[in-house]
């Protein structure tokens, strides 16, 4: 009698250490496995035209991480002896849709007043993108123009993927890497040639901003380079970044992580039951050895 009530109590510490298990396995693949990584393919790269050595005035790059956008702005000074703008972007993304507006003194207007502008875009087999962009000014209006006005092309981008290049499993943290510039051939196919145009120049050489949107319930944690500005813009937190090609000899990459403190703490708790849970398995088991022992030496006692 007494050895079945024994056998009984060894098959529950059996079965609270296996419940016990099976709860620190789970907490450990939560926290342990490394973070889903999704690396961009290749570079951004922007390209603009009329490509003389101070036509090209600055270029701004959005990120907007939670709605999935890239907008993407050329500005231009304007000069009386070439009214067609051009910029082509090539992204390791894939484009779903699109738009274009011009921009006058950097505040979007109705084609209407500034001209004709056109807009066209390729997704190719490797899942890049290129799209570009033409504005035809128009001439009656911008043949007269005051020193310091500027027009220019903005362009607004879907993109299928994810924004995040790094993302742990639960979400505590996701880290963005954006080069621009640089190597493309894991962007580049000549299917994007006809895309292009002819005489067209990287924006390097200019003022080269680029902001990021955060999603909601993240925050700035680091990055390289660290970024000019922190700030709130209608309730949502903007990064800043100003990027430095060195006089267009090298590219740049810009790597940039968010943390959830929600997440974080959850993530913290999940560590510390992980460890509680992984003391009761063993203590479980060992106390099941124990009594399995006792029984067995009671037995060979008779």
């Known amino acids: 009698?007494?050895?079945?009530?024994?056998?009984?109590?060894?098959?529950?510490?059996?079965?609270?250490?296996?419940?016990?298990?099976?709860?620190?396995?789970?907490?450990?693949?939560?926290?342990?496995?490394?973070?889903?990584?999704?690396?961009?393919?290749?570079?951004?790269?922007?390209?603009?035209?009329?490509?003389?050595?101070?036509?090209?005035?600055?270029?701004?790059?959005?990120?907007?991480?939670?709605?999935?956008?890239?907008?993407?702005?050329?500005?231009?000074?304007?000069?009386?002896?070439?009214?067609?703008?051009?910029?082509?972007?090539?992204?390791?993304?894939?484009?779903?849709?699109?738009?274009?507006?011009?921009?006058?003194?950097?505040?979007?207007?109705?084609?209407?007043?500034?001209?004709?502008?056109?807009?066209?875009?390729?997704?190719?087999?490797?899942?890049?993108?290129?799209?570009?962009?033409?504005?035809?000014?128009?001439?009656?209006?911008?043949n007269f123009y005051i020193p310091g006005e500027t027009v220019g092309i903005q362009v607004d981008m879907s993109i299928k993927e994810s924004l995040f290049s790094i993302e742990d499993l639960l979400g505590a943290s996701k880290t963005v890497t954006y080069t621009f510039f640089g190597d493309d051939s894991g962007v580049f196919t000549e299917e994007m040639l006809p895309y292009m145009g002819i005489n067209s120049v990287p924006t390097i050489n200019t003022p080269f901003i680029v902001q990021i949107e955060l999603q909601p319930s993240y925050y700035f944690s680091n990055s390289q380079p660290p970024p000019i500005e922190y700030y709130i813009k209608q309730n949502n937190r903007w990064i800043m970044f100003s990027m430095d090609f060195l006089n267009g000899s090298y590219a740049q990459t810009l790597v940039c992580k968010f943390e959830n403190p929600v997440l974080q703490s959850l993530r913290e708790l999940i560590i510390f039951l992980t460890g509680i849970s992984s003391a009761l398995t063993v203590t479980s088991f060992l106390e099941a050895w124990r009594l399995h022992r006792e029984k067995k030496d009671n037995m060979d006692h008779e």
Not at 8 to 18: C, D, N
Not at 116 to 139: D, H, K, P, R
């Open 1 to 142: 009698m007494l050895s079945e009530r024994l056998l009984g109590i060894i098959r529950r510490y059996i079965e609270i250490a296996g419940i016990f298990l099976v709860v620190t396995i789970a907490f450990g693949i939560a926290i342990f496995l490394p973070p889903a990584e999704n690396l961009p393919k290749g570079p951004i790269t922007i390209h603009a035209r009329p490509s003389y050595s101070d036509s090209i005035n600055k270029t701004n790059v959005i990120f907007w991480i939670p709605e999935k956008n890239i907008t993407v702005t050329v500005t231009f000074k304007l000069k009386n002896d070439n009214n067609t703008l051009f910029i082509y972007v090539m992204l390791p993304f894939t484009i779903q849709a699109y738009s274009a507006k011009p921009l006058h003194n950097g505040n979007p207007m109705l084609s209407a007043d500034m001209g004709n502008i056109s807009v066209t875009a390729l997704t190719t087999s490797n899942g890049c993108s290129i799209l570009n962009a033409t504005l035809e000014l128009n001439y009656t209006r911008f």
